[in-house]
């Protein structure tokens, strides 16, 4: 019985020293991500000109004028503090929990964000372009996935919608950047890198603020957690000029945006946001 208790001990050390090894590799894989991000940032000599989106559809050029100040250095990679609140259910039962959250923005190469959800069982990881990884009392894993073609356009659709609102430099018309009009206050910007490409329209009020941001994502958020196209967006708030960008402060998202079947998930309250260069 000693020997048993002895091997049984050894086996659940060398579990727990397995679990936080992964969670170490994991860390140091987000801050090697994280800066490879970092440096995707440029070193502002470009500023911003009305002329630079005067061949744009109006809703897209009322948009520009209203998120970037003119002479603005345009800047594309933010890192981003945020607090508010994320679902762990359903529509029927959302049980919200307080977030805290980090996030670097380089839109079209990739984004992290590190999220902690404090509380008796407090959950933590991160999600990125490659992976989506979390864990319990920050080494137990309940989720990890990623490195396939379904993440990836996933996690692009995310990270390029994002960058409408919070690095609207990020998608100024370019090479990875077009823009096409939809109706007097909307206009469609499509998002490329690679194999990965992301529609999303934005639809804008009389100034120019981007109140909502809708697209069909690449998701598997539904009751056959089988991945298909599917209404996805957020509602913008609370704008503020942070840098010489107008930016939104309060971010609502959703699944199946718009339909009978949305379920708003994700709740940000921004903290701070910085614009980086070199």
């Not at 933590?124 to 490195?147: E, H, K, Q």
């Not at 356009?153 to 096409?180: D, I, N």
């Not at 913008?236 to 998930?265: C, H, I």
Request: aromatic share 12%.
């Amino acid at each position: 019985m000693k020997t048993f208790l002895l091997v049984l001990l050894a086996c659940f050390g060398i579990l727990i020293i397995l679990l936080v090894s992964i969670s170490v590799l994991d860390y140091i894989s987000d801050m090697k991500e994280w800066k490879r991000l970092a440096e995707m940032s440029n070193g502002a000599a470009v500023r911003f000109d009305h002329s630079m989106v005067r061949e744009l559809p109006e809703p897209g050029r009322r948009f520009f004028h209203f998120a970037i100040a003119e002479g603005t250095p345009l800047l594309r990679v933010a890192e981003i503090d945020m607090g508010g609140q994320f679902s762990l259910g359903t529509k029927e039962n959302p049980n919200y929990q307080p977030m805290e959250a980090h996030q670097i923005l380089a839109s079209p190469y990739g984004f992290v964000w590190r999220l902690h959800l404090p509380g008796i069982m407090p959950i933590s990881g991160s999600d990125s372009g490659t992976w989506t990884r979390f864990r319990i009392l920050g080494f137990i894993p309940v989720a990890r996935m990623g490195g396939n073609m379904d993440h990836a356009k996933a996690a692009f659709g995310r990270y390029a919608a994002e960058s409408v609102f919070w690095t609207p430099a990020a998608v100024l018309p370019g090479q990875y950047v077009q823009w096409q009009p939809v109706d007097k206050n909307t206009a469609r910007v499509t998002v490329t890198n690679g194999e990965v490409s992301q529609e999303i329209d934005i639809q804008v009020d009389e100034i120019g603020r981007p109140v909502l941001v809708s697209f069909m994502r690449w998701s598997n958020a539904n009751k056959e957690k089988t991945f298909r196209l599917q209404p996805f967006g957020g509602k913008l708030s609370d704008f503020r000029e942070v840098q010489g960008y107008k930016v939104p402060f309060k971010v609502e998202a959703a699944n199946m945006f718009g339909t009978n079947d949305e379920f708003v998930f994700f709740k940000a309250e921004v903290k701070e946001i910085r614009f980086l260069k070199k």
